[in-house]
């Protein structure tokens, strides 16, 4: 009967009724096998136990300097953030924040430099060249505001429209006058010499016919602005300011 192995660490089974003078050498061979997968083993564990000590020791995902997010609340701020609030610091308080806004938010950018003031806004991207802010926020560079928070519409603005009527129609009618009875002989009318007038005067005017007036409507409205603000919900913008 022959050796047979283990299906795992492939130690050796030696057959039993072998040769004796074989058996030790096969056992040391098994043990050697062991020493080495149990050395691996604890080589493995180890590697795994650096691994974790390293993940539990390591700080927790810093943002860059410079990134602005919405927070709910004034009564405690993240570490390192400052309110987007216009605020003027010297440029030693703050020297990474402005290694990256530098004075594009105002300051003389050499002694001080500005926080974007965010205040009673949203946040709207650069226009490069696109044409959907249709100059509202003037030349686009960064820190440019625009847009406004109610409008007056014009009268180009307006829908084109008219109000149009009419009077009611007077139909055929006259207008009487005062007129001078001329029956004094030796007065003529424009018929030649001789044709005296021998009646009085008519006293009416030329009938006008069947006929109306324009007119015009009643003004309405009264120049009101109308509020131009999105649905929004109330919080702060905060801009992180140094590493921690």
């Known amino acids: 009967m022959s050796d047979s192995t283990t299906p795992f660490l492939g130690l050796t089974k030696p057959a039993i009724g072998g040769s004796n003078d074989t058996w030790g050498n096969k056992e040391n061979a098994d043990a050697d096998l062991i020493d080495a997968n149990a050395s691996a083993h604890d080589a493995r564990i180890a590697a795994l136990e650096a ?23 004034n009564l405690s701020f993240p570490p390192g953030f400052l309110i987007c609030d216009g605020t003027l610091y010297p440029v030693a ?15 003389d950018g050499v002694n001080n430099f500005a926080l974007p003031d965010l205040r009673g806004c949203v946040l709207v ?22 847009g406004a928070a109610i409008v007056a519409l014009t009268v180009a603005q307006m829908p084109a429209h008219q109000h149009t009527g009419t009077t009611e129609p007077d139909g055929w009618h006259s207008h009487t006058f005062n007129a001078p009875a001329i029956q004094s002989p030796g007065w003529y009318i424009a018929g030649g010499p001789g044709t005296q007038i021998a009646t009085e005067v008519g006293n009416y005017t030329d009938p006008g016919g069947t006929h109306t ?6 003004w309405q409205g009264g120049n009101a602005a109308h509020s131009n603000c999105q649905p929004g919900a109330l919080g702060y913008w905060i801009i992180k300011a140094v590493t921690q």
């Open 51 to 73: 691994r974790c000590a390293a993940l539990e020791n390591k700080p927790a995902v810093q943002e860059a300097v410079g990134t602005v997010k919405w927070w709910p609340t």
């Open 93 to 107: 308080s703050y020297p990474q924040l402005f290694g990256v806004i530098s004075n594009g938010w105002g300051g």
């Open 125 to 146: 991207g650069m226009d490069e060249g696109t044409g959907r802010l249709q100059g509202q926020y003037g030349s686009d560079r960064i820190g440019g505001t625009g």
């Open 213 to 218: 007036h324009a007119f015009y409507a009643d």
